[in-house]
């Protein structure tokens, strides 16, 4: 949050008159109570006369392709000849009378921008009328002249003192369990404890902040009729009526100065009025122009697809949990985030509703999400807002209108709603010095929880604390709040730091060694590391095509997801490292092999409510929580397109093919040190021809091989793209220590040729040559599968390698025959192989 350093400062000086402090000591005390700040920056330094100026006379130069005006500008005896001075200049939003800011020849404004006379449009312009953004109070170049108010000096004085430049603008950064700090009123709040000052609070004193709400009459009958439907779980709602302002009157300057330093644009007396209660007391609020309101108003929930323009002028389609404000005309609000364009405040408004509301924090972050809108308002009722204060915005909102803009207030207002009554939370009174380990008293924690705006009572035998949490912090809920409070403002820097001891001997665990031995086998094995991420698109298993009943539709809904398109949790890794592809691939890079290792997620049961926490839960109830929660295996994943041997001198490349993707498995296998089958199957979202079956035990723990082309199509990857998935948690995780054996007689190398029918897998032949070789053989790899006419349509021949080898002898090569024999002898039995010669 942005916020002046004089703003903040200047709420604390009301009871504490005599407090000064510097930007580095004011930095140091938000981080004493838990800010941090993302820096600090003083306005830009004016230097040279920047003096008070009236317009005297204004001619208007029509000659030109846009508007210019000569203005005589009268600055006393500043210009040393106290003649009025000759300007020229392009803004339109001042007339003449007016009080404005002038930047006489010599001075030099934030920039490094020098004034000096010059000629312009046919006129010696000697000085400059100073907007706002020249003299650094925003960076919006379409910021208008000053005006000054007439009794803010005489022509010719100096005006820094008037416009407050020697300011500092402070961006603290406020956690989102701390919304009560997006405010003027909490951070000074804050700072009173980090100075130990007296705190005066502006919502129940608002002279605190310069404002007199005596003259807003009393309520004496409803304004309007307000219909709040249950479903929208709105907390409280109230409207107060303002009738017969001047519409052409501006903001004085010290309230467009603190908009424009808190980051926000002036627009009108009316809209600035609930922006600058919205910065001092964290309460958004709206104002409607009065006279475009028909009838009561109805806050319901929009219909599905219900249309609505909101104030920066974009038709959004709403859903069926946003919250609207309704009028007889139609929609008016989007509750909680931004107003819409029917009832905005206008040139010739005259009369004014301001609404201040309480609506609830979730349905208001979902709205703010979904719509991709994120507003100042929304940014404070996600976090919550304080629901004590509706009157009050509503009365100093009126009061500051008609101080502004003249005006009457009316004597009916509406409030719909009370205020929710905190729970009470029970704390030990030792229970922060038994967190902390540092010895806090009792009149310690009590006093620090009474400085942050609890109500402590003690119980009778002294030992425990009944503390019931203000109304603007809802985040306030449970013992450990509390003692965060205590521990915060005594001083976090006061703990002591104690290091635990480390147990010497444990290193990784089997599961963690494993995991890194599959990392590093598939780095070495050319494979990039991602972090794929938990969410995948909506629709990923409709553009697969996966069955209704496939286990891996059965994800988990995220509530309140970071992209309403992504709110699912992926039961595979494979869309997020597809998309990776994708981007690789649209930014040239064509060759990819990618890996990544991560968890996913299976829905098991549907979420357990959460017990209460006055008792121990009952062992059922911990056994349905548990149970309640996804099961969450390790995958790993590899994805590959394009070469895997580039082309180059030494001749062509080679692509990535199926059986790469195969080979990525067995590479992981090896890591985990476990024997991995492998099975013809048609799973998608792989090619039904193109597609195996990974195995351990006879039990399917993933799938390799080429994407299905529709797939590809759909997801606009490129053709003969590869991948392979497996279920690291499902392979047995044994801490092998095999002592080796090794033998000092030779091996022997032979070789057999087998032929088959086409359909039968060469791993199966494999495998049964390995069982029908005996013990003496040592390895076995396919190195040739051969095709002719000479085999016969539908045949085809595999040869093997075979390495036998004896410990205790010498092979020679009639042993290594008949075991060969033997091998060729079962796989005619069982697939009728021919051996060929």
Known sequence: MLIAQNWVTGLLRHANPDFRVTPEELDAGYVRVGFETEGYES?????????????????ELTEFKKPIRYCLVDVGDANGTGELQGIVCGARNFVEGDTVVVSLPGAVLPGGFEIAARETYGHVSNGMICSASELGFTDKQNAGIITLDPTSGRPGEDAREILGLGDTVFDVNVTPDRGYALSARGLARELASAFALEYADVAQDPTVAG??????????????????????????????????????????????RELMLSGQRPVNAATDVTNYLMLLLGQPMHAFDAAR???????????????????????????????????????????????????????????????????????????????KLSSEASRRFERGVDPAIVEVALDMACALLVEIAGGVVSAERTIVGDVPAMPTITMSVNHPSELAGVEYTRETVI?????????????????KLEVTPPTWRPDLGIPADLVEEVLRLEGLEDIPLVLPTPVGGRGLSPAQRRRRAVGHALAYNGYAEILPSPFISNDTFDVWGLAADDERRNAVKVQNPLEFDRAILGTTL???????????????????????????????????????????????????????????????????????EYEGPWGQGRAYTWADAIESARVVARAADVELDVESAGELPWHPGRCAALLIDGRVVGHAGELHPQVLEALGLPERTCAMELDLTALPLRENFPAPVLSSYPGLHQDIALVVDEDVPAEQVRRIVEEGAGQLLEAVELFDVYRSEQLGEGRKSLAFSLLFRATDRTLTDEEANEHRLAAAELARERVGAQMRA
């Open 574 to 644: 494979l869309p997020t490292m597809l998309d990776a592809v994708v981007r690789n691939v649209a930014r040239g890079r064509r060759d990819v092999a990618l890996f990544g290792l991560q968890q996913v997620s299976f829905a098991r049961a549907e979420r357990s409510p959460m017990p209460s926490v006055a008792s121990r839960p009952s062992d059922g109830t911990l056994t349905e929580l548990v149970e309640s929660l996804p099961y969450q295996p390790l995958h790993v994943a590899t994805v590959a397109t394009g070469n895997l």
């Open 43 to 59: 306005i830009p330094e004016t230097t040279g006369p920047l003096v008070i100026g009236v317009v005297k006379e204004i001619t």
């Open 211 to 256: 404002l007199d709400v005596s003259a807003v009459p009393a309520p004496a009958a409803e304004l309007l009729d307000i219909d709040v439907r249950p479903e929208t779980k709105t907390v409280r709602f109230g409207l107060r009526k303002v009738t017969g302002i001047d519409p052409e009157v501006e903001s004085p300057l010290w309230l467009q």
């Open 447 to 463: 006093a620090r929880l009474e400085e942050v705006g609890c109500t402590v009572e003690v119980s009778e035998c002294g030992g």
């Open 293 to 371: 309101i028909t009838g009561g108003l109805t806050i319901r929930n929009a219909s599905e697809g219900e249309k609505f323009e909101t104030l920066d002028h974009v038709v959004r389609d709403l859903d069926a949990e946003d919250v609207v404000i309704c009028d007889g005309t139609g929609i008016q609000s989007l509750a909680g985030v931004m107003g819409g364009t029917l009832s905005e405040i206008a040139d010739d408004t005259t009369d004014v509703y301001f609404e201040a509301a309480t609506w609830d924090p979730k349905t208001v972050a979902r709205t703010s999400r979904r719509h």
